[in-house]
């Protein structure tokens, strides 16, 4: 018989743990507690490590925040700036200080965020401690500028540093922003520098511009120990009247801080009168035969170089004139001549002609020889390689002259002067924006072209034939020996 043991056994063992199960207590039977793998661990706080509170415009620090718990699931942090003009975030958790101020960085791990505060200070190389400030001219004229000069220290601080500027009286003098000054009317204002904390600041005064100097004469004749008094009036009446009187050879006249003009010996000499920039010219002829009328302190008008020269309406209208500046037609003056040139010497007064298609302007600080006078009119004629005139028929000037061209006159770049020793066109340099300033007469070429010459030696060339000459007389000389061999 065969004997199936297998089914028996299986009962018996499961008999043997029951009754065992039976015997032991009701806690020893209890199982543990099994969690799943994959329940995920939470994040519980983002920890933001040790950090500086403060930075320097410019540095930079490492970051070290972590999460708690140390098994959290995600523990990924990220790293945001509040302020990306005070704080920047860099790779891996450095951090850069931009410009001045406070900002928040976030730390933030799976939804838990903490936050640092760090305080961005500037570079104390960059901060600005002192500052000079000068201004170019303290005295300038309503309409005139002058320049603010600034200097800061530390030098460092230069390229960072943020002046600004500003006056305190605009209705007297505005500044810009650069730092420009501009005279507005007569009177005192104060611009004020200020850059951070450091504030300087300079006084300008502005004056109404003169105009002219109004002179009861221009011309003295006196006697050795006579005396004249200078009076005179700066145009416009708001300008500054004070007058200051120089004699330029006091051992002819001197001259008195109230304008007494003392004669001292025979000559000549001229008193300077000056208001500011402005000046004007009084001449001064110490002669013993001098006309009576000058003695003493008498204030009877001088007579001029040449009394004849008062009846030409031309030279009482120069000479009455209370502008420095002159200005007439070429028709109504084709000539001045040599009283002319001698009253706009004595006055220094500036002669303007106006031609057509130019302007011939004379000043007569500028004239050297009244002996030499001046052709007003210019006549432009079209040449070969452009327009050609002739200054002063080709005659000496007085002095420096200068001429603006205008209309289809000064549609020329270039200038040329004729050079009567070579017959060739000479390049003038002192052409500019359509204005001549010589004191050479001659003929004029006005061309847009640029002309070149070749000089050609006669004496040279006839020299090289001569040496071509001698070398082939000697050559046939020598070939000539082997002719007959």
Do not use: H
Not at 132 to 148: F, H, M, P, Q, R
Not at 230 to 250: M, N, Y
Not at 387 to 398: A, V
Not at 407 to 415: F, H, M, V
């Amino acid at each position: 018989m065969n004997f199936n043991l297998k089914k028996p056994a299986l009962g018996l063992l499961a008999a043997v743990l029951l009754a065992v199960g039976a015997a032991m207590p009701a806690s020893a039977l209890s199982l543990p507690e099994v969690k799943w793998p994959f329940q995920p661990v939470r994040v519980e706080s983002v920890e933001l490590g040790e950090y500086q509170t403060s930075m320097v415009v410019g540095t930079t620090q490492q970051l070290r925040p972590y999460v708690l718990p140390e098994n959290a699931s995600r523990p990924q942090i990220t790293l945001v700036s509040e302020d990306n003009t005070v704080i920047t975030v860099m790779e891996n958790g450095v951090i850069g200080a931009l410009s001045e101020g406070t900002a928040r960085v976030a730390a933030t791990a799976d939804g838990v965020t903490s936050y640092y505060t760090i305080t961005v200070t500037p570079d104390p190389s960059t901060i600005v401690t002192d500052m000079d400030i000068t201004l170019s001219k303290s005295e300038i004229a309503v309409g005139e500028e002058a320049s603010l000069s600034i200097s800061v220290s530390p030098s460092t601080a230069v390229q960072t540093a943020e002046v600004s500027f500003s006056s305190s009286n605009e209705k007297v003098a505005t500044v810009n922003s650069f730092g420009r000054v501009t005279g507005v009317s007569q009177g005192r204002a104060t611009i004020t520098a200020q850059c951070g904390d450091v504030v300087r600041s300079v006084e300008v005064t502005v004056k109404v511009p003169t105009e002219g100097i109004q002179l009861n004469t221009n011309y003295v004749v006196l006697k050795p120990g006579q005396t004249y008094t200078i009076q005179g009036k700066v145009l416009p009446a708001s300008a500054p009247q004070a007058l200051s009187f120089t004699s330029r050879d006091r051992g002819v006249a001197t001259v008195s801080s109230s304008g007494v003009i003392t004669a001292v010996a025979s000559g000549s000499t001229a008193i300077v009168v000056s208001n500011g920039s402005s000046s004007s010219l009084v001449t001064v002829i110490v002669n013993r035969n001098a006309a009576s009328s000058q003695e003493g302190s008498s204030g009877s008008e001088p007579q001029p170089e040449d009394p004849g020269a008062q009846t030409d309406p031309l030279y009482q209208q120069i000479a009455e004139s209370e502008e420095n500046r002159v200005v007439l037609p070429q028709s109504q003056l084709p000539q001045i001549n040599s009283e002319l040139l001698g009253l706009l010497r004595r006055t220094g007064k500036v002669l303007v002609v106006e031609g057509e298609g130019y302007t011939l302007t004379l000043d007569g600080s500028q004239i050297q020889n009244t002996g030499n006078t001046v052709d007003t009119a210019l006549t432009f004629e079209q040449g070969e390689k452009g327009l050609e005139f002739t200054l002063n028929g080709g005659q000496s000037l007085p002095g420096v002259v200068e001429i603006a061209l205008e209309g289809e006159q000064a549609g020329y770049t270039r200038l040329y002067l004729m050079n009567d020793s070579t017959g060739q066109w000479q390049y003038l340099n002192s052409y500019a924006d359509s204005v001549l300033r010589t004191d050479e007469a001659g003929r004029y070429l006005l061309t847009n072209e640029t002309l070149t010459f070749i000089s050609v030696s006669w004496y040279a060339l006839g020299g090289a034939l001569v040496v071509l000459l001698a070398i082939v007389v000697v050559y046939i000389m020598v070939k000539k020996r082997y002719w007959f061999w």
